[in-house]
């Protein structure tokens, strides 16, 4: 098995794990008031790149790298200010998901990114040098 294979794994299991981790943070762990679900909604902007996370698709990938920054952010808020021991370790567990996450996608990402640069150079590589001879 391959680094990049494993790199992908990481990631739909961390994705899948985020979301999950999220939803019992929410509805069962420390809700923000009791018998409240409404923050566990929180999630399911999380399941629009899962399918192309799973499909290996590298646009999703891309995109979706940035978008769970937006998670990192939360976690680091709610770890820093939230009263409820149970609540700060839920923040935490969401940092590291989220890192976790962040890292195996860009680690997965990483060979086709090179790839990208070594076409484009070669493609300019080849229009100067036409350029040259004219």
Not at 61 to 90: C, H, N
Not at 117 to 132: G, P, Q, R, W
């Amino acid at each position: 098995m391959q680094a990049p294979k494993y790199f992908h794994i990481g990631a739909i299991a961390s994705l899948v794990v985020l979301i999950a981790w999220l939803l019992a943070w929410e509805i069962v762990v420390a809700p923000l008031r009791p018998g409240s679900w409404i923050l566990a909604l929180k999630a399911l902007p999380l399941l629009i790149p899962l399918g192309g996370v799973i499909k290996r698709d590298i646009y999703t990938l891309q995109w979706s790298s940035m978008v769970i920054l937006l998670y990192f952010t939360e976690g680091v808020v709610r770890a820093w200010s939230d009263k409820l021991p149970e609540s700060r370790i839920m923040a935490l567990g969401e940092i590291v998901l989220v890192f976790v996450y962040f890292a195996c996608a860009l680690l997965y990402l990483r060979p086709y990114k090179k790839a990208a640069k070594k076409m484009a150079k070669e493609l300019l590589d080849k229009v100067n040098s036409t350029k040259s001879t004219k």
